[in-house]
T-cell receptor
Framework: DSGVTQTPKHLITATGQRVTLRCSPR?????VYWYQQSLDQGLQFLIQ???????AKGNILERFSAQQFPDLHSELNLSSLELGDSALYFC??????????????FGPGTRLTVL | EDQVTQSPEALRLQEGESSSLNCSYT??????LFWYRQDPGKGPEFLFT???AGEEKEKERLKATLTKKESFLHITAPKPEDSATYLC???????????FGKGNQVVVIP
């Protein structure tokens, strides 16, 4: 158990809908990262937050957004869903800032299926 | 752009048959190279971090090594429970994101 929790475990929804994925980092970790894993693309970085502020963006679609709250949990919002958004979504957390070496620990993931 | 290539994509091993997985990388300035293990439908589980060429780390039947261009994950006398996908990722200086390879899928047959 990495200490990172994600809910829900599974999510099934229809095209055009909006969903929210939730992540709680390990105790004491200030950085939260979101990754998408699909069969053909592998694990792709979406976005990073550090202590409530956005720090880095990857190939995140404009239909997707995220935030980190004062209690450090994070939410990833996916809207106007398309079939191609079906994937595993992982949250990871780490202790460090951009100037320190740190390991990212991953949660169990949310499997999103768009029908 | 940081790139990671893992080979072979898939590997079937007899129990006890040692082998090595390769991770070739290009990165602007390597802060760290990471190995994770992933079981189907689960999150990646951290195994090792390597920071500089020549560094080695071991954990049970696994040993990771690092050169300036690639990393190897050696699996010694594997057991069926070592069956998993092994992911390699790099992190560059000034950049916190991990760039992952597509993984080495390992199946160990009893």
């Amino acid at each position: 158990d990495s200490g990172v929790t994600q809910t829900p475990k599974h999510l099934i929804t229809a095209t055009g809908q909006r969903v929210t994925l939730r992540c709680s980092p390990r105790s004491g970790d200030l950085s939260v990262y979101w990754y998408q894993q699909s069969l053909d693309q592998g694990l792709q970085f979406l976005i990073q937050y550090y202590n409530g502020e956005e720090r880095a963006k990857g190939n995140i679609l404009e239909r997707f957004s995220a935030q980190q709250f004062p209690d450090l949990h994070s939410e990833l919002n996916l809207s106007s869903l398309e079939l191609g958004d079906s994937a595993l979504y992982f949250c990871a957390s780490s202790a460090g800032t951009s100037t320190t070496r740190h390991t990212q620990y991953f949660g169990p993931g949310t499997r999103l299926t768009v029908l | 752009e940081d790139q990671v290539t893992q080979s072979p994509e898939a590997l079937r091993l007899q129990e006890g048959e040692s082998s090595s997985l390769n991770c070739s990388y290009t990165v602007s300035g390597l802060r760290g190279l990471f190995w994770y293990r992933q079981d189907p439908g689960k999150g990646p589980e951290f195994l090792f971090t390597l920071y500089s060429a020549g560094e080695e780390k071991e954990k049970e039947r696994l040993k990771a090594t690092l050169t300036k261009k690639e990393s190897f994950l050696h699996i010694t006398a594997p057991k069926p429970e070592d069956s998993a996908t092994y992911l390699c990722a790099v992190q560059a200086y000034g950049n916190n994101r991990l760039a992952f390879g597509k993984g080495n899928q390992v199946v160990v047959i009893p």
